[in-house]
């Protein structure tokens, strides 16, 4: 089913496709830097591929907007982990991927959501995720801004390590600087 969701999610909403498929290539560059196995650094590329699935249940006029979101939408948006979750449910995956879909958006200070986690109770491979889909929304161009460089967001996730993002993985994620200089 995974692969279904994935494939309505390219046909409806490419751009969203196209962050999943970036977030699951800088997961592949990064896993081998990690303090996990094998087997987890595949269920981190899938996880972090899988990581917006849920947004083929947020209306188009909400996940399609340019303009700054209401409230309401906000509120709309902030389902999506968690409706991702119920769309993989019945999926042979294991707990890691799940977790990483439901929880990509916990911040390390306990501000984030769907569940308000903090700290190490966050399951790594959702921080890790946390931490590419933010690098990834950074430097990509959106029809209201140019994307930052890899510097700047490098610099960006440093500046908010301990509160948003955990430390340890944005250390990890910037020994990958060379490599991610394409802008």
């Not at 590329?45 to 947020?58: Q, T």
Request: aromatic share 10%; with cysteine.
């Amino acid at each position: 089913m995974a692969v279904y969701w994935m494939n309505e999610l390219r046909q409806r909403h490419l751009e969203t496709y196209r962050h999943c498929m970036r977030v699951a290539w800088l997961a592949d560059m990064l896993s081998d830097r990690l303090p996990i196995s094998h087997e987890e650094k595949q269920w981190l590329i899938r996880g972090c591929f899988l990581h917006d699935v849920g947004k083929l249940l947020i209306a188009p006029e909400i996940l399609n907007s340019t303009d700054r979101l209401t409230r309401e939408q906000w509120t709309i948006m902030k389902e999506h982990p968690e409706m991702g979750a119920r769309l993989l449910k019945d999926d042979p995956l294991p707990r890691y991927v799940l977790d990483i879909v439901r929880y990509h958006h916990e911040r390390w200070d306990g501000g984030g959501y769907p569940k308000g986690l903090r700290t190490h109770i966050i399951p790594f491979g959702a921080r890790v995720c946390c931490v590419l889909d933010a690098f990834d929304s950074m430097v990509t161009d959106r029809p209201y801004r140019k994307g930052r460089t890899t510097d700047e967001a490098i610099a960006e996730l440093y500046a908010h390590a301990g509160t948003q993002f955990c430390a340890e993985v944005v250390d990890h994620f910037a020994t990958l600087r060379d490599e991610l200089q394409f802008r």
